[in-house]
Each structure stands twice: as structure tokens, then as C-alpha cells.
DNA sequence: TAAAACATTAGAGTTGAGTCTAAGGTCAAG
DNA sequence: CTTGACCTTAGACTCAACTCTAATGTTTTA
């Protein structure tokens, strides 16, 4: 049985985040020692390296909770129940990229106009650009990013 | 002189943000009422609108005030250091836009390789995916996502 | 046997950008 | 003169996923 550090030296996860992962519901040592010490077993290191696994693809530990429920009784559960989880997942990634996509554009629009020289910014184009308003929606919340400059 | 809501209506800021943003430095009402009610002039809501475009581009808010510093006297500011934030924040997308892309790759991947149908879980590769360990870095900040699976 | 290196807990703090609440003051309309 | 719509403030709350602290107990090592 593995002392949490040593579990925590093996996963690659931190105590810390063992600890608030277990007060999170995703993952309990399954045993104590007399002393109330946390011992994790083979099953709990492969359950912690699931859960980093995971996490490290992008799933919230609400993702990743749901995740481990499908793993504990797989014959109960579908495949479809599973790729949902990963559709909306990529979903959400999908509509960051637009954004970001859209931000990018305009950045370099932006930084493509002005000479960045030690010049006075008198006559700045991105300030210009920026004091135009016209200002076009975008990030807070799916939307489809439209942003000019 | 235009009241909290006027302004607020007439830039799409609520009158909570912008009281919000007044606690963060970046405006201020001209005047107040002899109540003590905010009075905004023309020229706040060239500045509200400025804060609005930027925001909306994707600069934080610490980027805005020195944008608005910058604003405040273009004469005594170069060209330089507003292309430096533009930059800045060029590179923050840039990176966010890896991640995602690498995260978009991944569940791909794994979309790809199950049935996403009615079956149950038991064979389900996505699951398999997750349990395989192997975890490849990713997220937590700065680093080259090479996640596979 | 004493110090160093671990472990425990509850709970607070971090980040960023708001969002909301409570408790009150002001103003226009009917 | 009251109702409702506005305004004020300080300060708490939200989200996500940690991260850290303090105060204390245990184990290991020199």
C-alpha cells in the first residue's frame, strides 16, 4: 500500500490534489492506517492515473466524476452515454477555437496596420482602430465570433 | 450628462460593470448630481466604448488601463508599446489555440474509435483510451501539447 | 531521543471578470 | 403622498480547479 505521497510521486498528481479530489468524490484511498494515514492500493493508482488521464485531455472533474461512474459498472452503461460526454466535450473546444480564432484575426489585423516603432502614438492605427467603437460582439458566451477591426 | 442606465444602454455595459470598472480604475463619471448620481459626458462614453471594443477583442482589463493610459497621451507613448500588448496578447491566443487544438485532436481520436451506439460499455475504446495510463501533458500552462492517445 | 520529513484536518486564498445583495436615498408620475 | 423606477454604497458571492495555511499528530532516520 502506497502512502500518499508515494501515490502522488507515481500519478504525477500532487497531495494536495489528491486530497481535493477525494473531497471532490472522484477518488478515496481505500484503506487507513492506524495513525488515519491513507494508503491507496494497485486499483487506486490506476483509478488516480484515469482520473489525470482525463484531466489532462480537457474533461471538467464533473466530466471526469461521470467518467469514473461508466468505469465502475461498465456493463451498465453505454457507449453512447460515453461519447456524449466526449462530443460535448469537443463541443466546447470547437467554440473556444472560433473565439480565439476570431481574436487572432483581429490582432493581427491590428498589429499588422501599426508600424510599432518608437514613434509617438498620435497617430496610432490600433488606437484608432480601438477608438473607432463599432465594436463587434464576441467573447461572453457562444456566439458566433464576427469580429472586425 | 447621461445617468448610469443611459450609458450603460447606449455602450451595452451594465451598470454593474461599470460601476464594476470604475472600482478598477479604468472610468470615471465627469460629474456627479447634487445627489451624488453619476453624470457621464460625451467623452466618458468614448472612453466606455473604448473599454468595450478592447474588452471585446479579448484584452484584459489590466491590458485596457494601460491601453488607456497610452489613450489618455498618445504624445508621450510610442507606437511600440501598444503593439507590445497587442503582441502579448497575440501570443496568449496562439498558445490557448495549441491546446485546443491538441484537446480537439484527442477526442477526435476517440470519437472515432467507438461505436457511440446502444452497446455497453464493457469493450468501449474511449473508455479503454482513458484507462490505458500514458498520460501525455497538456493544460496547466505553457507547454507543448503533444497529448495522444 | 531528537530532528526531519512526513501525515492529518478544516478552512481560507487565488485568478479574472463580473454579478448580486442589502439597506438605504432620490425622483417623476398619478 | 405614495408607488415604482431609479440611484448610492460596501461587501459578499460565482465559477473551476486548485493551492496554501495553521495547528497538530506520526514515522523515519541519524
Given at each position: ?6 501515490i ?28 488515519g ?50 462530443r460535448?466535450?469537443l ?16 490582432l493581427?489585423?491590428l498589429?499588422?496596420?501599426c ?18 467603437s ?16
Open positions: 500500500m502506497l502512502k500518499i505521497s508515494e502522488a510521486k507515481k500519478t504525477g498528481l500532487s497531495t494536495h490534489t489528491l486530497r481535493f479530489y477525494e473531497k471532490q468524490g472522484l477518488i478515496n484511498a481505500s484503506q487507513r492506517s492506524e495513525a494515514y491513507r494508503l491507496y492500493g494497485e486499483a487506486d493508482v490506476r483509478k488516480a492515473e484515469f482520473i489525470r488521464t482525463a484531466r489532462n485531455i480537457g474533461f471538467s472533474l464533473d466530466d471526469i466524476a461521470v467518467l469514473l461512474s461508466i468505469r465502475l459498472d461498465k456493463a451498465s452503461h453505454t457507449c453512447q452515454e460515453v461519447t456524449d460526454i466526449a460535448g466535450k463541443d466546447e473546444v470547437y467554440e473556444k477555437i472560433t473565439e480565439l480564432t476570431a481574436m487572432k484575426a483581429t493581427e489585423i498589429l499588422a496596420s508600424c510599432g516603432g518608437p514613434e509617438d502614438a498620435t497617430h496610432c492605427s490600433i488606437m484608432e482602430a480601438l477608438d473607432a463599432e465594436a463587434k460582439q464576441q467573447s461572453s458566451s457562444g456566439n458566433t465570433a464576427t469580429n472586425e477591426v
